[in-house]
């Protein structure tokens, strides 16, 4: 097997700075978190921005550029913005700090899905901010929009014009199709990176057969020019993870999608994770990766090639 790509997803838009005092939501927070993941053995740093005032997902340019520079300083690892934000952005305000900042790789969601959050806001809490219960409860009515459309606007953009390579990441066995599709017109060249999403509520459970029969699909699909990555969201973060390794794949794990070390144990930091993960892949066999390794891997345009 080669050696393992660790992800580290430092924020996200989804958990509430209600839900831990432990999520990153300030520029320092998120830097600081982010140098700490890659220390541990994260070779990628999967990347949201918040407003610092009150911790909602944020597109603002001027949030990125709080934190990016210091990321890029403090250590080598491969920056990955997303492009997916947050389910309530626009495409446009989805895709402003990629567009400026021109990073090596970006997280591109395969397709348009329910995106139910409102699931969280069950549990008894005291809010921090206005915003957090009425942004859970209504994500009841809430659709993450990227039609192919969109998808072409982003491969072109990002990856033809900026040079950027993408973390595809599949929710369902559809996007798989959809990714497939995109490869069959010639808009995703290369060594293909796929990310299964799995324990989100409108996509894919998070079940071990379900990641085997993805695997399969994206076997037959893609042949040996792709390496595909788990995200376990919730409990199953640790389990998936293990799993993946144990079939050739790489692993992400973060405080975007599992705020927890334990039954009722709030992680205490993105590098936890980090070295929990590690523990277990390196105790299946697996030598993990470091960033330029991951680079190579990926066919990534280098760290001197980005815009911050």
């Known amino acids: 097997m080669s050696k393992i790509i660790i ?14 005092p432990h999520l990153p939501v300030t520029a320092d927070q998120i830097a600081e978190s982010a140098i700490e993941a890659a220390r541990a053995g994260a070779a990628i740093l999967h990347l949201h921005a918040r407003d ?21 300083a403090g250590c080598d690892a491969v920056v990955n913005m997303t492009t997916g934000g947050s389910a309530i952005m626009t495409l446009d305000q989805r895709l402003a700090a990629p567009l400026a ?6 997280s591109l969601n395969m397709g348009s899905m329910n995106f139910a959050l409102y699931p969280m806001a069950a549990k008894p809490r005291q809010w921090l ?8 409860k209504g994500s009841d009515d809430l659709v993450f929009k990227n039609t192919p459309r969109d998808i072409e606007g982003i491969l072109r953009r ?9 973390e595809f990441e599949c929710y369902d066995l559809s996007h798989l199709y959809m990714l497939a599709h995109f490869r069959d017109r010639g808009m995703v060249p290369g060594r293909i990176f796929v990310q299964f999403v799995m324990g989100v509520l409108g996509g894919v459970a998070a079940d071990p057969a379900h990641l085997v029969h993805l695997k399969e699909t994206a076997d037959r699909l ?7 990555s788990v995200l376990g969201a919730g409990r199953q973060q640790m389990a998936l993870a293990a799993l993946s390794a144990g079939m050739g794949g790489h692993v992400r794990v973060g405080l975007e999608d599992n705020l927890y070390s334990g039954k009722g144990q709030l992680s205490v930091s993105n590098a936890e994770q980090v070295a929990k993960v590690r523990g277990i892949v390196e105790a299946l066999g697996r030598e993990v990766a ?19």
């Open 222 to 228: 893609f042949g040996s020019d792709y390496a595909f």
């Open 7 to 20: 992800s580290c997803a430092i924020t996200g838009s989804i958990h509430t700075p209600s839900m831990s």
């Open 101 to 106: 900042f021109a990073p090596e790789m970006c």
């Open 129 to 136: 901010h206005d915003w957090e219960e009425s942004f859970l």
């Open 290 to 308: 470091s960033p330029d390794e991951a680079r190579a891997m990926l066919g990534l345009k280098g760290a001197g090639a980005v815009g911050f």
């Open 158 to 166: 990002m990856g033809q014009e900026r040079g950027a390579r993408f």
């Open 52 to 72: 610092p005032g009150d911790g909602r997902p944020s597109s603002a340019v001027p949030h990125w550029a709080a934190f990016l520079p210091r990321i890029k």
